[in-house]
């Protein structure tokens, strides 16, 4: 069983440009989040999607960035003309439909954004 | 609200020797809390969680945590450091948000942890 896969695993855009990460949750996972690490920063949760679903999207920049988990295919974190502060490593996270304290998150290992 | 500090962002062990990592929480919920490592480009991975059973929870390769309501502290020990947990450790709390607890996760900001020979 595939663990959570995100891809690519390093991106670099230009400012102005647009970034597209990609996350595919573990299988029969149907939860996903979204964290950003900043520099020197701990993670910072994002938003948090179901199938085509936003459940809770109170960590997500009001402009520019938008998130979409659609019945089928990835999730996708999407970031239009990108600023060098968006410059970040993206952790999605997946997790199953139970919900709880038994309820566990499996993290990916990150998308590296760079912007020049 | 809640929030999570680590009170130290580096720590230097010598191999063998007992490892701390402190982190104290704030929560206005009975919190989760949580360990992560991250080894350099890796991912996360779960160490321990504590979810208000005992309050000495055992995790994976030798880490332990205690938590201690009295002292809002999870902090995150092992008796004997190997070369191999050197790492970055992430104290996180669970619970609040939009959902009114969840999968929300706050991290603390990192423990960079050294482990010398």
């Known amino acids: 069983n595939a663990g959570v896969m995100q891809n690519p695993r390093h991106l670099v855009r230009r400012r102005g440009q647009e970034a597209r990460l990609r996350c595919s949750p573990m299988?029969?996972?149907?939860?996903v989040y979204w964290y950003r690490q900043l520099p020197e920063e701990g993670l910072k949760f994002m938003v948090y999607?179901?199938?085509?679903?936003?459940?809770?999207e109170s960590g997500m920049p009001k402009e520019r960035f938008s998130a979409e988990f659609p019945k089928e295919g990835p999730s996708i974190l999407r970031i239009q003309q990108v600023v060098r502060g968006d410059s970040a490593a993206y952790f999605c996270?997946?997790?199953?439909?139970?919900?709880?304290?038994?309820?566990?998150?499996?993290f990916g290992s990150g998308t590296q954004l760079s912007v020049l | 609200a809640q929030s999570v500090t680590q009170l130290d962002s580096h720590v230097s062990v010598s191999e063998g020797t007992p490892v701390l990592l402190r982190c104290n929480y704030s929560?206005?919920?009975?919190?989760?809390l949580f360990w992560y490592v991250q080894h350099p480009n890796k991912g996360l991975q779960l160490l321990l969680k504590?979810?208000?059973?005992?309050?000495l929870v055992k995790g994976i390769n030798g880490f332990e945590a205690e938590f201690k309501k009295s002292e809002t502290s999870f902090h995150l020990t092992k008796p004997s450091a190997h070369m191999s947990d050197a790492a970055e450790y992430f104290c996180?709390?669970?619970?609040?948000?939009?959902?009114?607890?969840?999968?929300?996760?706050?991290f603390g900001t990192g423990t960079q942890l050294k482990v010398e020979l």
């Open positions: 299988k029969g996972h149907s939860h």
């Open positions: 999607l179901q199938k085509e679903n936003i459940i809770d």
């Open positions: 996180v709390v669970s619970g609040g948000g939009l959902t009114g607890g969840g999968n929300k996760l706050t």
């Open positions: 996270a997946s997790s199953t439909d139970r919900r709880g304290p038994n309820e566990k998150l499996f």
């Open positions: 929560s206005s919920y009975s919190p989760s």
């Open positions: 504590y979810t208000s059973a005992a309050t």
